[in-house]
Every structure is written in structure tokens, then in C-alpha cells.
């Protein structure tokens, strides 16, 4: 079982370092596209448009990896309580939900200088970006609320 958990660790961190040498090669490609796009400065706008969306992804991604580092590689497997649990859930999805509306916000952008009628699409990213943010708030509520339970019944 040991050498299955220390496998499972290893794994984790090469995923994990794959990830921040992914993200960084991103942010790097971003700023060489914009550093070109000066040349012609009439598509300067749109290619830093591109690359904030872009650098927002690789952060995303290295909020990932972040979290693989941290809850696989460095703690402790053992069974975790309901509040560990909890923020380790919450973690994730506010990683998601901000990658998510940052994405969107660049979109409204991108769309309000190309096409208006596509400002649809970016608008409902955010909607369902802060509605899962929203849905966030109602399970951690909830799950405080168990977890204060659980604890009385134990007492």
C-alpha cells in the first residue's frame, strides 16, 4: 500500500510540474504574439485580447497545479473530515468559476470590437460563472450546517 501511495505522489507531481511548464510556456507564447502584433498595430487590440485570455487559462492552470501539489503530493492521504473536504471542493470551483467569468469578460471585449449579436454567448459565461459562485455559497451553507450537526450529535 505504500508504494502505491508514493507511485500515486509521483504521478501527481509530474502532472503537476507538466501543468506549470504548460501554463508558463502559454504566458510566454502570449507575450511573444503581442511583442510581433506591435509590428502591426492595427491588430495589436485583438492579439492582446487573445493573449489576456490566454495568460487567465495558464493561471488557471497553475491554480491546478497548485492544488495537485498541495492536497496529492505534500498532505497526509488519511481520511480527510467534511470540512477538508469542503475546501478542498471549494478550492476547485472557485478556481473554475473566476477562470471561467475572466474568460467571459475577455470575450464581451473581443466580441463588442468584431460582431455585437455575439455578445450573447460571453454574457451567459459570466451568468453561469457567478451562478455557480452562487451555488458555491448554497453547498458551503449547506455542508456547514451538516457538519455543525454532526459535531452536536458527537458531543
Do not use: H
Not at 472557485?94 to 469578460?105: F, N, P, Q, R, Y
Not at 460582431?115 to 451555488?135: G, H, K, R
Amino acid at each position: 500500500m505504500k508504494f502505491f501511495e508514493s507511485f500515486a505522489s509521483l504521478m501527481y507531481l509530474i502532472a503537476a510540474v507538466s501543468l506549470i511548464v504548460l501554463s508558463f510556456s502559454i504566458m510566454a507564447w502570449s507575450i511573444y504574439d503581442t511583442i510581433m502584433a506591435l509590428k502591426k498595430f492595427s491588430l495589436l487590440i485583438t492579439q492582446m485580447l487573445e493573449s489576456v485570455g490566454a495568460i487567465i487559462i495558464s493561471i488557471a492552470v497553475l491554480d491546478v497545479a497548485k492544488y495537485l501539489i498541495e492536497e496529492e503530493v505534500t498532505r497526509n492521504k488519511e481520511l480527510r473530515s467534511p470540512s477538508e473536504a469542503r475546501k478542498t471542493i471549494t478550492k476547485i470551483f472557485v478556481i473554475i468559476s473566476i477562470a471561467a467569468g475572466m474568460e467571459g469578460l475577455v470575450y464581451i471585449f473581443k466580441a463588442g470590437n468584431e460582431n455585437i449579436a455575439l455578445l450573447i454567448y460571453p454574457a451567459l459565461l459570466i451568468f453561469f460563472s457567478s451562478l455557480s459562485i452562487v451555488c458555491l455559497g448554497i453547498y458551503q451553507k449547506l455542508s456547514v450546517t451538516v457538519e455543525e450537526t454532526i459535531q452536536c450529535s458527537n458531543e
